[in-house]
Each structure stands twice: as C-alpha cells, then as structure tokens.
C-alpha cells in the first residue's frame, strides 16, 4: 500500500510538471481563447492578459484554468474582457476540474427561448467561479446537473426591467455541493435561483435591487443560508417546498410593495431560522403551511406586519425574537393554534413587572383587532394612527371577540433581547 500511494504522488507530481500557462492576447502567438483551448492539455493553464476578446460560444471541454492576469475587482477588471456581442452564450463548462478566474464578461444575449449564460456548468464536477465581474447578462452563472463547486466573489449586474426578459444571477438546478459565497448580485430577475439543489450553502452574498426576489429556493433540502443581505427586491425572498433548512445572520430589509416580504415560507418544514434581521419591509416573514420550524433570536424592526401566518402552520416555536415599532406584530388568518409564542420582546407590550423578574405579569396578546379589520378591508389601512383604532384594539384586548384567543405570549419580556 505505501509503494502504491509513492506511485500515485509521482503520477500526481508529473502531471503538475507537465502542465503549462499558454498566454493569448492581440500580440501574442495566440489570439483566441477557443484557439488556446483547443491546443491546451489537461490541467493547463489558459492566461488572458489585457485586451478585449469579442468571442461567444466558448467550450471547455477538458480540466483546465482560464485566469485573467493582474486581474483587479476594485479597478473595474480591465486587464481581460470578453465580449459576447450579445450573440449568444459565452462560456460552456463541460468538463470536471475548470476554473474560470478574474475576467470580466459582459454582454451576454438576451432570448425567450434559450437560457444564455456567462457561464454555464453542464454535468460537471469541482469546478471554481471566482473573482469574476459579469456585466449586462441574460443568465449569469448558470449550474445544471452538478456538483461540488464554488462560486465566490464574482459581481454580477444587469439592467432588468421586468421578470419576462431578464434572466438569474446565479442560478443552480438539479446539482448539490455548491458553496456561494461573497457575491454581489442586482438588477436581475432573481439574484439567487436554487431549485432541486441539497447539500450547499449560500454565505456573505448581497443581493439587492432586483426585479423578483433576492433569492428564489426551490425543493431544494438539507441547504444553509448565512450571513446574507437581501435589499429592495422586488418581492424579497421566497423559500418554498423545501425541508431541514438552516437560515442564520441574514438581513431582509427595504422590500416594499402591496406583495412584497423580507421572507416567504411556503410549505416547509423542519428549519431553524435564527438570528436574522427583519427590518423596514412590508412584510417580515410570510407564513404559509409550514411545520417544525424553530424563529429564535431574530429582529423585526419598523416592519408592516412582523410575522403573518396564513395557514396549515403547526408546532413552529417563536421565542426569544425582538419586536419593535411594527405596525402590526402579528397576524394570524385561522382560529386554529398549534404554536408557541413566549418570551419574546414586544415594544408594544404595556404591562407591568411587580416581581422584578424580567417577564411581564399579564401576556401580551400580539394580534389586534385592527389587524383583522384590514385584512378583510384593506383601505382601512389609512386609519392605522387614529384615536379611534387604538380605542378598538384595547377593547378587544380585554375582551378577544374576533381575534384568536390562544395566540398569545405568557411570559412577555420587559427589556429588548441583546445578541
């Protein structure tokens, strides 16, 4: 066994000694990358230095690496551009082991029947995206049926309009082992795409100002967002039909619009969502048929409604989260309450602590009947500050008629939860 490990390491050390840098630029022997792709081996280094190459269709269909040199994301990469011309896809990764680095690829085609990318990875492994800008995009990284790859500090911009002719920023299907990480994404159809995607993490990305969501998820398990910033979108962020999901440290904040959230859950189930800040959106998070999820440790800042549960929503647990200047706290449309809401900070909350212990005496009902009248009319809306709504709402405080009598919280915090 140690003569055969010796064995493999000199293989493994040859081929790295074989490989080669080919260099293309307008005064170098090579001029095209197909060309330099074509007479590369395996493993080989493709060198793009400064200059603009005006190529589309581009396959690589072998291990190897196309780097921009001296390439820099702070001045704009302008050392290796390449430019589509609007005529098509750009790059197609084929093969297992690719590495496209620091080079700016701009106008990618625009189409109602094909999906042009960037930079499409089709069944392929361990490929790396990194350190890229992609400007005026339809698609800009696009992953189908694969696996174990990383897409990390790329920028990617487009001018969309309407979610009928713009395309994804990043946008993974049917693969799994996928890290995307420190991203900057906007104006694009969706920021984000994952859909049949397991086993992958989405961390430190920036998706802002894009024409649908931030990040769209789709029947996509087992898969952890952290850390991310998710800024006026057009309907914020949707995950839907998925289960055993980790959402942690994100922020959701600005997404404002008559159908517009920070978060949307739709059938989910078994997920710890924590931590994460919720902060002037029309909506906090959008509740509908979701089960066995954990909101612990989250802030709801300025928000319209904080949390509103649609339906079909069963042994969710929501303690220990900051609530604060909401509109409206919560809304719940069922008489039906199978989750728990305690110990959590309600900025509205007027009771009284005789007993010095930190919890309120009395609970706080979070629903108001307001809350109730808007949503069967909602142009009452525009009353939201009278006299005579705070008026209704303290009666149905002391008396629920219409409002669900076992949504409340029985041991209110007094002070606001520091994390």
Known sequence: MHKFTLTLLFIVSLVSLQAKDIEVCADCQIQRIKKAIALADRGDRIILK???????????????????????????????????????????????????????????ARSYTKDHAAIRIHRAKHFTIKNNILRNVFFGILVEKSHHGIIDNNNVSSNAKSEFDAGNGIHIWHSSGVKVSNNKLTGLRDGIYFEFVTNSIITNNVSTNNVRYGLHFMFSNHDEYYDNRFENNGAGVAVMFSKFIIMKRNVFTKNWGSASYGLLLKEISDAEIENNVFEENTLGIDIDGTTRINYRHNEFINNGWAIKITGGCYENIVEYNNFIANAFDLSIHSKVNDNSFNNNYWSDYAGYDLDKDGIGDIPYRPVKLFNYIVNKTPESIVMLRSLFIDIINFSEKVSPVFTPDNVMDSSPLMKKIKF
């Open 50 to 108: 400064e200059g603009v190459f005006n190529e589309y269709g581009i396959v690589i269909d072998k291990p190897l690496s196309i780097i921009g040199m001296k390439h820099s994301i702070v001045d704009g990469g302008k050392d290796a551009v390449i430019d589509g011309g609007q005529r098509g896809e750009i790059f197609t990764i084929t093969a297992d082991s690719v590495t496209i680095e620091g080079l700016t690829i701009v106008n990618v």
